[in-house]
């Protein structure tokens, strides 16, 4: 395996790399800032399904984790803090998904495929927070 040995991906990254992790980051950024701003402002039924799940305060911890993805979103955007931003919003993301869109439970087969489908998207975003996890810098 030699490009284990290539100095190529030792070097800094260059301008296409930095652009492109701008470009991924303010990408990524946009449903966390939307969202959180949603569940912070108006934490409705969000709140309701915390309740259901035995969340203690469950308006207040649909708000701090709305005001969580708001800041950790901007700061991704604006690429402050990129690393704790993105930890912060995976572990936001993780009980989120699985209390939001646990199709699994879902008896009627449409709403079934649009909970799939939120969870997925879900992951999916999971997946861009981990790489950006990752990086060396």
């Known amino acids: 395996m030699s490009f284990v040995h ?24 946009g449903m966390f800032v939307s969202g959180g701003w949603e569940a912070f402002k108006e ?3 969000r709140a309701r399904r915390a309740a ?3 969340i203690p305060l469950p308006k ?12 950790a979103g901007a700061a991704l955007a604006a ?15 993780v009980p989120t998904t699985l209390a939001g ?4 439970k879902e008896e009627d087969p449409k709403v079934r495929a649009q909970q799939r489908i939120h969870f997925l998207k879900n992951l999916a975003m ?3 927070l981990l790489v950006l996890l990752s990086k060396r810098r």
């Open 6 to 29: 290539d100095r190529r991906w030792q070097a800094e990254p260059g301008t296409l790399e930095l652009t492109l992790e701008s470009a991924g980051r303010l990408l990524i950024s």
């Open 43 to 45: 934490p409705g039924p």
């Open 52 to 54: 259901d799940l035995g």
């Open 60 to 71: 207040l911890a649909t708000r701090m984790n709305g005001l969580t993805m708001l800041s």
């Open 79 to 93: 690429g402050v803090a990129v690393k704790p931003a993105s930890a912060a919003l995976v572990l936001s993301l």
């Open 101 to 104: 869109h646990p199709f699994w």
């Open 126 to 128: 999971l997946g861009g």
